[in-house]
């Protein structure tokens, strides 16, 4: 069974600061990897989809790489922002395109 | 835009009753799914389904069942709620093994 972790579990850095956000997972069977951003109270936003084949994948300040046969996937967000504030989770997806989601690491960008 | 909608962002029920939780999606995905979100436990899979009248168990059945009747709509129902599915319900739909797309969610409380 996919289990998932997320390290740090919570986070509180100064603005301006560059950060990475670290994920394990004990299954390397997966098709792909996804991370998700979500705030309070609120639904999840996607922000990432690296496929099993690929290394790294980018989209503005963030930069997310996956090393599938070590179980390892890095979110690095670049000169972070209070905007940016909120939990994010990753989660491999498997068979049955199932996602098996981390608890995620709580972000807070301070002025 | 994908838009993923949940019939209720609050809802408040008593032991016993029957509740459904109605998602509907609107970019003719295939897959749908329902999980439930609780703190320092994360997002669990209850069930999914990849087509009309088709559903598959998730990790935590037990307590609830599934509708899919028409391909944009996937209904979450609690046959008799306990105050212990009092919870985060969040709906999501997906094309293949691609993102998955999240509604707002629904939190529900069973006293």
């Known amino acids: 069974k996919q289990e998932v972790t997320q390290i740090p579990a919570a986070l509180s850095v100064p603005e301006g600061e560059n950060l990475v956000l670290n994920c394990s997972f004990t299954?390397?069977?997966?098709?792909?990897l996804q991370w998700f951003r979500q705030d309070p109270g609120k639904g999840l936003t996607s922000l990432l989809l690296?496929?099993?084949?690929?290394r790294e994948q980018t989209s503005g300040r963030l930069n997310a790489s996956l090393d599938k046969s070590s179980g390892r996937s890095t979110l690095y967000i670049a000169a972070s922002q209070p905007g940016d504030s909120a939990t994010y989770l990753c989660a491999p997806l498997g068979g049955g395109n199932k996602l098996t989601f981390g608890t995620g690491t709580q972000l807070k960008v301070e002025l | 835009d994908v838009k993923v909608t949940q019939s209720s962002r609050y809802l408040v029920k008593r032991t016993g009753e029957k509740v459904f939780l109605e998602c509907v999606q609107d970019?003719?995905?295939?897959?749908m799914f329902w999980y439930r979100q609780d703190p320092g436990l994360g997002l669990r899979l209850i069930y999914f389904?990849?087509?009309?009248?088709?559903?598959e168990k998730g990790d935590i059945p037990e307590g609830y069942s599934v509708s899919r009747e028409k391909k944009e709509r996937f209904s979450l129902i609690l046959e008799s709620a306990s105050t212990n599915q009092t919870s985060m319900y969040l709906c999501a739909s997906s094309f293949g093994g691609e993102t998955q797309y999240f509604g707002p969610g629904t939190r529900l409380l069973v006293l």
């Open positions: 970019m003719d995905h295939e897959n």
């Open positions: 299954d390397s069977a997966i098709y792909n």
């Open positions: 389904s990849y087509d009309v009248k088709m559903k």
């Open positions: 690296i496929q099993s084949s690929q």
